[in-house]
């Protein structure tokens, strides 16, 4: 038996590959709104666009850049193999951008009284990683 087996019988973890340009251009200072022009399949860009809208006090834009961040990760994770449910661990820096899209959409959502998208994509995060859920919230 592998360590690595999940023994509830659940699907196994996801694991989103690295995507270095994205990560190299933010890492090095690029600004996010440019990283997501050049790389619009980086959930981490349109993460990082939605938390500075939303520190800005711009709900309504923290949610559509949140969204787009969420619905590229759907799309990578799907790609990955993922069937629509299972882990998603944060300890896998690569599914961080997903996971962070995730959580800004949840917070804008609350913020614009989208009450059933808020809990809805608050059980969606912590199912997919109580540790994302935990360290974000």
């Known amino acids: 038996?592998?360590?690595?087996?999940n023994l509830l019988g659940g699907p196994p973890p996801t694991h989103l590959p690295d995507e270095a340009g994205p990560?190299?251009?933010?890492?090095?200072?690029?600004?996010?709104?440019?990283?997501?022009a050049q790389y619009p399949t980086?959930?981490?860009?349109?993460?990082?666009l939605a938390d500075d809208a939303f520190e800005r006090g711009r709900a309504v834009e923290s949610y559509a850049y949140a969204r787009t961040g969420y619905h590229r990760g759907l799309d990578a994770l799907r790609r990955n193999g993922w069937k629509g449910h299972g882990p998603v661990?944060?300890?896998?820096e690569p599914n961080r951008g997903f996971l962070r899209a995730l959580n800004a959409l949840a917070r804008a959502a609350r913020e614009?009284?989208?009450?059933?998208?808020?809990?809805?994509?608050s059980t969606f995060l912590r199912d997919s990683s109580p540790l994302a859920a935990d360290t974000l919230g």
């Open 42 to 48: 980086s959930s981490l860009a349109w993460a990082l």
């Open 112 to 121: 614009i009284g989208e009450k059933d998208e808020y809990e809805r994509c």
């Open 89 to 92: 661990p944060w300890e896998h």
């Open 1 to 5: 038996m592998s360590i690595h087996e």
């Open 23 to 36: 990560r190299e251009a933010l890492a090095a200072g690029r600004d996010a709104t440019e990283v997501a």
